[in-house]
């Protein structure tokens, strides 16, 4: 009964993409609802209307933060799933119904960055927020890879490499941005910037592996076992 309800395989592709677009389509656009148009009771002139709309700034910041990380969430999961994956089971599509659960709570996240942006508990809930959501979508891409229920294409080892520091790297720097920002607010926010830079550069991963490869060669030596091979 356990391996029917986990590993069974009745679930067509097209169900999950169709789910998967409807929920990021909805939740991108719904964090933009947070941004609203000043109130004012009288008329007012050009410089005090900019007064009203230079409030909205972090809220701003925090919409195109938050866009373009789903934007990589969803990105990522379309390889994972739709790319990686031949075939579907009910154990990926378990582990997708928590992934989406924590991406529908993205506008709450998000909103609590944007509204009390100096206080450092937005900081800690969106950072925190960030790792859930790494450290689910890196679960699902391992069992997409190395699971025995699943059927993958011919993957390179340095394609899957790729994968995974694009996964992990931004949960590292959440993970630093938490404690920094009790120190400073700007640094955190601006590693949560990094993170999306990281994730939207081609260059962004050719860079760490050349620095995973040149701190592996100084502390190891050369790479005799071919951890870095393609």
């Known amino acids: 009964i356990l391996y029917f309800l986990c590993y069974n395989n009745d679930m067509k592709h097209t169900r999950l993409d169709q789910l998967s677009d409807g929920i990021f389509a909805i939740v991108m656009t719904i964090i933009v609802f947070e941004i609203k148009v000043p109130v004012v009771w009288e008329p007012i002139g050009n410089m005090e209307l900019w007064f009203e709309i230079k409030k909205l700034l972090p809220l701003f910041l925090s919409y ?13 999961h379309h390889f994972f799933v739709s790319i990686y994956a031949k075939n579907i089971d009910s154990m990926l599509t378990n582990i997708n119904a928590l992934f989406f659960m924590l991406i529908s709570l993205v506008p709450f996240s998000a909103g609590i960055l944007g509204e009390f942006s100096r206080n450092e508990l937005s900081i800690v809930i969106f950072g925190i927020h960030i790792i859930l959501i790494g450290l689910t979508l890196y679960w699902m891409r391992r069992y997409v890879l190395y699971s025995p229920h ?14 995974t520091v694009r996964t992990l790297v931004p949960v590292f720097f959440a993970l630093v941005a938490i404690p920094i920002a009790f ?43 071919g951890h870095f091979a393609d």
């Open 64 to 76: 195109i933060l938050s866009f373009a990380l789903l934007f990589t969430y969803w990105r990522a």
């Open 150 to 163: 699943i059927q993958n294409p011919e993957i390179s080892r340095r394609e899957i490499r790729g994968s």
């Open 183 to 225: 120190f400073s607010i700007e640094l955190s926010l601006i590693l949560f910037t990094l993170i999306v830079i990281f994730n939207l550069s081609s260059y962004g991963t050719r860079l760490f592996e050349n620095i995973l490869k040149t701190s592996h060669r100084i502390l190891f030596g050369a790479d005799i076992k």
